[in-house]
């Protein structure tokens, strides 16, 4: 059975850093791309960052470029998204999911994705 679990929410100021992971276990963690989504309170969730299973291309949501770095390693069966310069905006709960196929590349569309992570709590203060 597959499982990821992420790690690493908290609370924050304003202009901090956290850096989120997530482990995945139950299928060749290499053959897949990842990504990143978020849900805040009363919106629906979105995309945030995708990983190739290579780890050479990743995706980015605009509002998080310059900010958000997706990484992976492989040989630990983790991707992380280091997050810098936080905003109020960016409170919510962070989602890591698996693509549904062994594929290089990634996906800005959950649809694409299959397991999710049961997601961590990211909350920034003003």
């Known amino acids: 059975q597959v499982q990821l679990v992420e790690s690493g929410g908290g609370l924050v100021q304003a202009g901090g850093s956290l850096r989120l992971s997530c482990e995945a276990s139950?299928?060749?963690?290499?053959?897949?791309?990842m990504g990143w989504f978020r849900q805040a309170p009363g919106k629906e969730r979105e995309f945030v960052s995708a990983?190739?299973?290579?780890?050479?291309?990743?995706y980015y949501a605009q509002s998080v470029k310059g900010r958000f770095t997706i990484s992976r390693e492989n040989a630990k069966n983790t991707v992380y998204l280091q997050m810098n310069s936080l905003k109020p905006d960016d409170t919510a709960v962070y989602y890591c999911?698996?693509?549904?196929?062994?594929?290089?590349?990634?996906?800005?569309?959950?649809?694409?994705?299959?397991?999710w992570g049961q997601g961590t709590q990211v909350t920034v203060s003003s």
């Open positions: 999911a698996q693509n549904k196929r062994p594929s290089g590349s990634g996906s800005m569309k959950q649809y694409d994705y299959d397991p």
């Open positions: 139950g299928r060749t963690f290499s053959s897949y791309a």
């Open positions: 990983i190739s299973s290579s780890g050479r291309t990743t």
